[in-house]
């Protein structure tokens, strides 16, 4: 059974940083690709960021690619999101995705594994 168990959000006052952690657990990961999404209140569910354990293509999008990197460390199945010169509106609930090849998808239901979602609080 595949578990993303994320960690790391918080509050944090605008211009500051967080790092994300998404742990995964209950297969080899290692073909596949994990991704960031993030979901405000009233809004729709958008990728912020995704990686291909593989080969470590990365894709963002376009309101955080200067501000934010997407990593992972293949022996730990972990994917990091680490968030620098955070703005009020990067405030939502921030979701760990994963599916079982390279691809990248904007789509979130292309996406099979979820994790439970971390909170991310911006302060102006």
């Known amino acids: 059974q595949v578990q993303l168990v994320e960690s790391g959000g918080g509050l944090v006052q605008s211009g500051g940083s967080l790092r994300l952690s998404c742990a995964a657990s209950?297969?080899?990961?290692?073909?596949?690709?994990m991704a960031w999404f993030r979901q405000a209140p009233g809004k729709e569910r958008e990728l912020v960021a995704a990686?291909?354990?593989?080969?470590?293509?990365?894709t963002y999008a376009d309101s955080v690619k200067t501000r934010f990197t997407i990593s992972r460390e293949i022996a730990k199945n972990t994917a990091y999101l680490q968030m620098n010169v955070l703005k009020t509106e990067d405030t939502a609930v921030y979701y760990c995705?994963?599916?079982?090849?390279?691809?990248?998808?904007?789509?979130?239901?292309?996406?099979?594994?979820w994790g439970q979602g971390t909170q991310v609080i911006v302060s102006s």
């Open positions: 990686i291909s354990f593989s080969d470590g293509r990365v």
């Open positions: 209950g297969r080899d990961f290692s073909t596949s690709t």
């Open positions: 995705a994963g599916r079982g090849d390279n691809l990248f998808y904007r789509v979130p239901e292309f996406y099979t594994w």
